[in-house]
C-alpha cells in the first residue's frame, strides 16, 4: 500500500513538474522578451538599422545572399525592408515605442541606400570607402563610373518602396526625408515603365520609347541552343515575380496616396500580359521578352521557352488586376492559358519549368549546363520540374468570375486578435529559446561567409522576423 502511495505521489510530482515546465507565457513575460529581443537585433545586429540574412551566432562572420561585411546591409527580402515592415507592425499592434524608433531606423538605412536611379541595390554599404563606389543620394560617391543600377529582380526595390511607404503612412507623411525618398523612387519607377506596360529587370535610366515597339509576343524563327551570354536585364521580366510585385507596388501606392498613376501603371502591367501571351500551339507566357517581344536567353540556365512556372505566376497576376479593377479583359486569356498547362502536365501533376517553343517538348540542363530532352542529369541549384497549380488557378478563376464585381475588393476589417493558450505555449517556448543577449541562436551554417563549414549556430534574420510577429500578435490578444 505504502508503495502505491508512494508511487503515485511521484507520479503526481512529476505531473505537475512538466505542467510548471511548460507555463505559458504571459502577457508581462512576452513585452520582456520582445523587448530585449529586439533591442539586441537593433543594438547588436543592425548596421545603421540596416540588416542582412544570417549571422554567426558570436557576430564574427554576417552574410546576405553573399558574403557581407559588419559595414553592410541587405535589402532584398529577408533583408532590412522584411525586418522593418515586421517592427513596424509589431508597433502597431503593441503601441511600443522602441519598436516605432527600430523601424524608423530600419527605414533611414533604406534612405541612405537609395540610388540616383531611385531604387536600391541588392546590397547598402555604409562604409565610407565602399559607399564612394555608389552613386547613392545620401553621401555617395562622385564621378561617371558609379554604381547607379536599380534591381527589380527578387522583389528588391518593390520592397523597399513598400516598406517606406507604410512608414510614410504611419508617420503622415511628415519625416520628410523618408517621403521624398519615397516620392522620388515611385516616379522613378513610373518613368522606368515600357510602353507595353512591362519593366525591367534592372535599369539606371529610363527607356527610350523608340527602341521599345508595343507588338504581341511572336515566336524568333531561330534561337540559339547555346549560352549566348546575352544581357538581359533590360528585358521584359516575368521571371522571380518583378511584374508581380511591381504590380502591387502600384497598386499599393494609388491606395495610400490616392494618386491615379498608380493605377494606371499597375494596369498597364496587367496590359503587357495580354500582349505577351504566346500564341498557338502554346497560349501561355515566358520568363522574359526581347524588344522585339520573343522569348529569349537569360542566365545560362534559361533558355527561350514557354515556362510552366512564370506561366501562372501570370495567371495569378491577371486574377488579381481583375480584382482591383472589374476590368474582365484581364480574365479573357486565362482559361487558354490554364487548358494548355493542363495538357503539358506529366508524371501526374508535374510542369517542366521550361517548354520548347512551338514544339512543346520540356527542356531541361545537365550539370554541364547543356541543354537536353532528358531530366536524369541536373543540377540541383534551381527548379528544372515543378508542382502544377492548375486546380487552384481554375477554381479562383472560376469563383472570381461568379462574384458580384461590387464585391471584389471588400473593405478591410482592423485586424483582431486572439491571446490563446496556444499562442501563450508558443510564447513560452520563444521566450525560455532567448539567450542571455536577447538572441535566438539556432543550427545552422553560412553558404558565402564560411565556406569552410566553421559555422555551426547562426542567427536567421527569419527566425527573428517570425518571432517578434507571435509575440506581438499574443500581447495584442491579451490586451
Known amino acids: 500500500m505504502r508503495c502505491r502511495v508512494l508511487l503515485t505521489l ?6 505537475a513538474a512538466e505542467a510548471f515546465a511548460t507555463e505559458p507565457a504571459t502577457k508581462a513575460e512576452a513585452h520582456a522578451a520582445l523587448k530585449k529581443s529586439v533591442g539586441f537585433f537593433r543594438d547588436q545586429v543592425s548596421v545603421e538599422g540596416g540588416y542582412l540574412y544570417r549571422y554567426a551566432a558570436d557576430l564574427s562572420l554576417r552574410e546576405g545572399e553573399g558574403k557581407a561585411s559588419a559595414q553592410t546591409a541587405w535589402v532584398q527580402p529577408p533583408g532590412t525592408p522584411a525586418v522593418g515592415d515586421a517592427l513596424l507592425a ?5 503601441g511600443e515605442s522602441y519598436l516605432r524608433e527600430a523601424a524608423l531606423a530600419a527605414a533611414r538605412a533604406l534612405v541612405k541606400g537609395q540610388l540616383q536611379s531611385g531604387g536600391w541595390d541588392y546590397r547598402i554599404e555604409f562604409a565610407p570607402d565602399q559607399r564612394a563606389r555608389y552613386a547613392y543620394r545620401v553621401g555617395g560617391g562622385t564621378g561617371s563610373k558609379l554604381r547607379n543600377v536599380t534591381t527589380l529582380d527578387d522583389n528588391n526595390t518593390q520592397a523597399a518602396v513598400r516598406f517606406l511607404m507604410h512608414v510614410d503612412r504611419a508617420l503622415e507623411q511628415k519625416d520628410q526625408s523618408i517621403h521624398e525618398a519615397v516620392t522620388y523612387a515611385l516616379e522613378k519607377l513610373l518613368a522606368a515603365q515600357y510602353p507595353n506596360g512591362a519593366w525591367p529587370q534592372r535599369f539606371s535610366a529610363p527607356p527610350d520609347p523608340a527602341d521599345f515597339p ?9 534561337w540559339p541552343r547555346t549560352f549566348p551570354s546575352a544581357d538581359y536585364t533590360s528585358y521584359y521580366t516575368l521571371n522571380d515575380n518583378t511584374l508581380a510585385d511591381m504590380i502591387a507596388t502600384m497598386f499599393e501606392a494609388a491606395e495610400i496616396y490616392g494618386d491615379t498613376r498608380f493605377a494606371a501603371a499597375a494596369r498597364r502591367g ?3 500580359l495580354l500582349l505577351a501571351q504566346m500564341p498557338e500551339p502554346q497560349p501561355a507566357w515566358a520568363q522574359q521578352y526581347n524588344a522585339q517581344m520573343q522569348p529569349a536567353w537569360a542566365r545560362k540556365f ?8 512564370e506561366s501562372q505566376g501570370a ?3 491577371l486574377l488579381e488586376v481583375y480584382r482591383q479593377t472589374g476590368d474582365k479583359k484581364y480574365l479573357a486569356p486565362i482559361p487558354r492559358a490554364i487548358d494548355y498547362l493542363k495538357k503539358s502536365q506529366f508524371d501526374g501533376d508535374q510542369l517542366a519549368r521550361f517548354y520548347e517553343l512551338q514544339t512543346n517538348q520540356p527542356l531541361f540542363f545537365t550539370r554541364k549546363y ?24 481554375r477554381a479562383d478563376y472560376e469563383k472570381l468570375l461568379a462574384t458580384d464585381p461590387a464585391k471584389l475588393r471588400p473593405k478591410p476589417k ?12 508558443a510564447c513560452r517556448q520563444l521566450i525560455d529559446a532567448l539567450d542571455a543577449r536577447g538572441a535566438w541562436v539556432e543550427a545552422g551554417s553560412l553558404e558565402d561567409a564560411d565556406p569552410d563549414g566553421i559555422v555551426k549556430q547562426v542567427i536567421d534574420t527569419r527566425t527573428f522576423i517570425k518571432n517578434i510577429d507571435t509575440l506581438s500578435r499574443f500581447i495584442a490578444g491579451s490586451k
Open 302 to 309: 534559361e533558355p527561350p521557352s514557354v515556362t510552366g512556372g
Open 370 to 393: 547543356e541543354l537536353v530532352y532528358t531530366k536524369d542529369d541536373l543540377p540541383t541549384h534551381y527548379g528544372f520540374i515543378i508542382r502544377s497549380g492548375i486546380p487552384k488557378l
Open 414 to 425: 482592423r485586424p483582431s486578435y486572439e491571446a490563446s493558450n496556444t499562442q501563450a505555449q
Open 10 to 15: 511521484s507520479l503526481l510530482l512529476g505531473i
Open 270 to 272: 496587367g496590359d503587357f
Open 315 to 317: 495567371i495569378k497576376i
Open 90 to 94: 509589431a508597433h502597431e499592434r503593441t
Open 214 to 222: 508595343v507588338i504581341k509576343a511572336n515566336y524568333p524563327p531561330t
